[in-house]
């Protein structure tokens, strides 16, 4: 998990999976697209196949990089747990709750009284 969130910790890298989510792409054509030296393109895909986040092939001369998501369930999963709310949360939840419904409560009660006779 911690190669992987590595490898997505540059925004180079994320902008790469984010092109091969839609499309199996050559070195050339992900170079292409960036501002950067191909030799910096090369070494951003190294990290991310050694992440195991692209597989390459070889297509004649060219080298073909296709997405790999199944690294990144692991991070994902971990994500959700820190989203998830903590057991405190539910705590304060519930006594939201209670104190929505004792407000409510007493309105019904108030509403439901005689009037006062004068």
């Known amino acids: 998990m911690d190669e992987v969130a590595g490898a997505i910790a540059d925004p180079v890298r994320r902008e790469i999976l984010l092109m091969l989510r839609d499309e199996p792409l050559s070195a050339g054509q992900i170079a292409d697209r960036?501002?950067?030296s191909r030799p910096a393109v090369s070494r951003h895909l190294r990290v991310l196949r050694e992440a195991g986040l692209v597989h390459d092939r070889a297509d004649g001369r060219r080298r073909v990089y296709t997405l790999v998501t199944a690294p990144l369930d692991e991070l994902a999963g971990w994500l959700r747990l820190?989203?998830?709310?903590?057991?405190?949360?539910?705590h304060f939840d519930a006594l939201e709750t209670e104190v929505y419904r004792t407000r409510r409560d007493r309105r019904t009660a108030a509403a439901q009284m005689p009037a006062p006779q004068t």
């Open 82 to 90: 820190l989203a998830r709310p903590s057991g405190w949360q539910h």
């Open 34 to 36: 960036f501002a950067i």
